[in-house]
């Protein structure tokens, strides 16, 4: 069973903390009406964003700034399928495509940070963590939670998480 509750405004940034200063590893879902996000996390880091807010995927992203073509972006997505999801779309590139550790990880910064950024903008909702990480949600690609926080300007520290049981 997975920790549950319902979180008011700037309570997200101090759920994010907890994750990462306890090392967790699972998925963070946040729902705020009709909005939805799930945060993986693999020992406390960062691995993954999604939310049904925003759209923009990684290749869109290295696409947009020059870093491959639309084409090689399709090219990996093939090769991603063929091998049924088995490495993610970063992995492929920087591994077939030539594309930097550093370019990638870039963008996925890019992706994860506009993500949480929304989701910081929230006034609140419920969440639900759940520890077990699905296969395949790894990469070795991260974003540490308390960094990108400190950028953004929260400081978790003054917050006080209520939970309720």
Known sequence: MGLKGKLGYHEIADL???????????????????HRARLF?????????????FSSKLGEILVLHGVVTADEVQEALSMQHAQEGERKLGTILADEFEVSEEEVQAALATQFKAIVSDVLQWP??????D????????????LSASDFL???GIETGVLSTKVPG
Request: hydrophobic content about 40%; proline content about 2%; some cysteine.
């Open 16 to 34: 994010f903390n907890m994750v990462e200063t306890t090392r967790k590893s699972g998925i963070l879902r946040i729902i705020c009406g009709v």
């Open 41 to 53: 996390f693999e020992w406390g880091e960062l691995i993954r964003a999604e939310s049904n807010r």
């Open 124 to 129: 609140g909702g419920s969440f639900e963590f």
């Open 131 to 142: 520890s077990v990480l699905p296969q395949g949600a790894s990469d070795k690609f991260s």
């Open 150 to 152: 400190l950028e953004v």
